[in-house]
């Protein structure tokens, strides 16, 4: 390679790097998306000619060849943990002690005393801590936190994090900064929308990312990452956390904007109830807030426990973890086959819940959590955002239980299982209990076919007990089946007769749905809909023509056409025409004429929280008639968010964004008319 060559490529990375900057870190994107794309092709064709790739160059982030381990990595410095307060009691303990320390070192020492506390509150975020290393201004090693001397290389996998820079101004030595790889709620939310297998929560998706031994699959989950120290410099010092966090920005370090510093306690104490308030508006999780002192000196002269440093302490929000004992896990088998491991525990009370059973993902779930020798030992459970109860791990490591494995056979239907990636399933479709009652069930639910009355309990009790192995078969059903049903007097089975009967003429959107066609949900049926405005075009289009579609890639294309050349899945949906399930065509001269000259006419919105006697559906009819496109999250393309009542991280990421809200319904209806 010629020093021109290497001028023009060091030329152009610093050109994408400082625009990538603009765009992941600042949110102040200077070129449009056609614009970068053409500079990053640049840089390849210069690759491609050289034959070389810098070590800083962006191409290196789109993820390498699998790895085969995780290369053990020591910290040049130690990552302490944190003590913790769980209390504004454990709070004021630890103000005391660290006032009281303080003066003890100012008695000893009136020439230089140290100046009164002032207390740097930052948020605690919620995912994986990582370590970077910069030498001569070069990311050369990042790893996890481990047990704070040694973690694991993860190098490969944070390149693929596009906030964090491969190279930083900062060249005069080696310097290692701490974060928080994290996944936002929004691009959570938007991976499991086209998501083989939707990710349960934010913390898993980010961690399990990070430690995936193929960096495309962090690639894949677009992490993000906020930083809040430098934990080893052999040259630069600070005088103050303000300092610290300034120089973290100079580098193009994402710093969360939250940091507030106080004089005193009862200020402190003040903006955490607040805080707790206002920790759904996040777009990440965050469990508490962490309070330190901000004087860099101080620091030194308090130092560390065996444990922690004292001039530091976590503040967790009302406990959302808590310690009970593991006493068995079964497989259950859902709609589509695949069984989920469910975890039975002693109950024990969890931010006002009493919890008996947690979710665990997969078998390899299990191992990472180092549960596989783990029936009957103690385990950490915590509410995932608040409502999904998980095992995060064994309070002991080294503490062994009663052996959990996979089964080789269904448990329902006694199959053999299959594995499909990192989970079981059952590949009797159409003979395995669970999954039939789960298919009957989908289809009669609020948002498919909307069957009044119909339940899941009732799905398991026609099963049982009229034979209804198909979804059509419902409509076979009669008054004399339905009486001589437990439960069952002559109104409920009139009402439940009524409601299959208003059912046949369901959308064809609702219709599609219903039909549990895999990898699809609500916003593709509807794009399918939309498009083909009949059932019969919908069965007829092939994989290549699906893909032309909005927001419709090759996995969800070849779901389609293989779940309409199944034969028994057209023989059902047969069946279901001749029983006289027929949504309608959509005709062209049915769909209202839209005033191009109105407010929502080519707007991008999104839809959050209750809206006061509007439903959510209702709301989105009424835009899209009015020209709209309704999408699910928040993205820098979004014109307008409609928030309701308990509006959360999206009306959060919609403010960071300065998008414009409403959050009204007289205004909302002012707009459309």
């Known amino acids: 390679m010629t020093a021109e060559q290497l001028a023009r490529m ?100 009136p020439d230089n005393p140290l100046p009164p506390p002032v207390f740097g509150m930052e948020l605690k975020f919620d995912g994986l801590t990582l370590n970077l290393t910069y030498e001569n201004g070069n990311l050369v090693q990042a790893a996890t936190r481990g047990n704070g001397l040694v973690g694991e290389g993860i190098l490969a996998q944070v390149r693929t994090i596009r906030s964090i820079p491969l190279r930083i101004p900062y060249t005069e030595g080696t310097i290692e900064v701490q974060g928080e790889g994290v996944m936002f709620l929004s691009v ?72 507030r510093y106080y ?12 805080m707790a308030e206002r920790r759904g508006g996040f777009d990440f999780l965050i469990d508490g807030t962490v309070i330190k002192v901000a004087d860099m000196r101080t620091r030194e002269v308090l130092g560390y426990t065996d444990k922690f440093p004292r001039w530091a302490i976590a503040y967790k929000f009302e406990a959302e973890e808590a310690v009970t004992t593991l006493l068995s896990v079964s497989w259950e088998v859902g709609r589509t086959g695949k069984l989920t491991p469910v975890s039975k525990v002693e109950p024990v009370e969890l931010a006002g819940v009493t919890v008996q059973n947690c979710t665990l993902n997969n078998l390899g779930d299990i191992e990472r959590k180092g549960l596989l020798r783990g ?44 594995w499909r990636g990192a989970h079981l399933f059952c590949p009797n479709r159409y003979g395995c209990r669970p999954q039939l009652i789960g298919r009957i069930s989908h289809f009669g639910s609020r948002d498919a076919m909307d069957i009044e009355t119909f339940s899941e ?19 076979e059903l009669t008054m004399e089946q339905l009486v001589g049903l437990e439960r069952f007097g002559e109104k409920k089975a009139r009402n439940l007769l009524d409601a299959l009967e208003k059912s046949k003429d369901r959308d ?33 289009a092939g994989a290549e023509e699906l893909q032309q579609l909005p ?41 209202p004429a839209v005033n191009e000259q109105g407010f929502f006419f ?71 008319v």
């Open 602 to 672: 080519g707007k991008t919105v999104v839809l959050t929280g209750t809206l006061p006697g509007l439903s959510r559906d209702e709301a989105a009819k009424l835009l899209e008639a009015a020209g709209a496109k309704v999408t699910g999250s928040v993205s820098k393309k979004t014109d307008v968010v409609i928030a309701g009542e308990s509006a959360g991280s999206k009306l959060a990421k919609a403010q960071e964004l300065g998008i414009r809200i409403i959050d009204n319904v007289e205004e909302l209806n002012n707009l459309l």
């Open 10 to 109: 060091e030329q152009v990375i610093e050109e994408i790097n400082k625009h990538a900057h603009m765009y992941y870190t600042l949110d102040e994107p200077a070129l449009t998306d056609a614009e970068y794309d053409a500079l990053y092709d640049l840089l390849v064709r210069l690759e491609e000619e050289t034959g070389e790739v810098l070590p800083h160059s962006p191409t290196r982030r789109v993820g390498g060849e699998i790895l085969k381990g995780f290369t053990p990595h020591r910290h040049k410095s130690r990552l302490w943990s944190l003590d913790k307060a769980q209390s504004k009691g454990d709070l004021q303990a630890w103000h005391t002690r660290l006032v009281k320390l303080i003066e003890q070192y100012n008695t000893v020492n």
């Open 508 to 540: 064809l959107a609702s219709f599609l749905f219903a039909l549990g066609i895999p990898n699809t949900g609500k916003t593709t049926t509807k794009v399918l809909a939309d498009h083909y405005r009949n059932l019969e075009a919908v069965m007829a």
């Open 188 to 259: 959570l939310e938007q991976y499991n929308k086209t998501a083989l297998e939707p990710l349960k929560n934010a913390r898993n998706a980010a961690a399990g990312a990070l430690r995936n031994l193929n960096p495309k699959t962090t690639a894949e989950r677009r992490l993000d990452a906020f930083f809040y120290n430098v934990g080893y410099s052999d040259g630069v010092r600070f005088e103050s956390q303000q300092e610290m966090l300034d120089f973290l920005r100079a580098n193009h370090l994402k710093v969360n904007d939250f940091t």
């Open 551 to 591: 927001d419709i890639g090759g996995i969800v294309a070849s779901s389609i056409v293989d779940f309409f050349a199944d034969p028994v899945m057209r023989a059902s949906v047969d069946k279901l025409t001749r029983l006289g399930v027929t949504p309608p065509p959509l005709l062209e001269e049915e769909a």
């Open 263 to 274: 004089d005193n306690m009862e200020q402190v104490a003040e903006e955490l109830d607040q």
């Open 457 to 475: 309990k009732t799905a398991e009790q026609l099963y049982d007990e009229r034979d209804v192995r198909d979804p059509a078969d419902l409509y």
């Open 375 to 418: 029936l009957g030992t103690l385990v950490y459970i915590r509410r995932s955002n608040d409502v999904i109860p998980e095992i995060l791990g064994k309070v002991t490591e080294d503490e062994e239980g009663g052996e959990i494995s996979a089964p080789d056979c269904c448990p329902a239907c006694g199959t053999s299982l299959e």
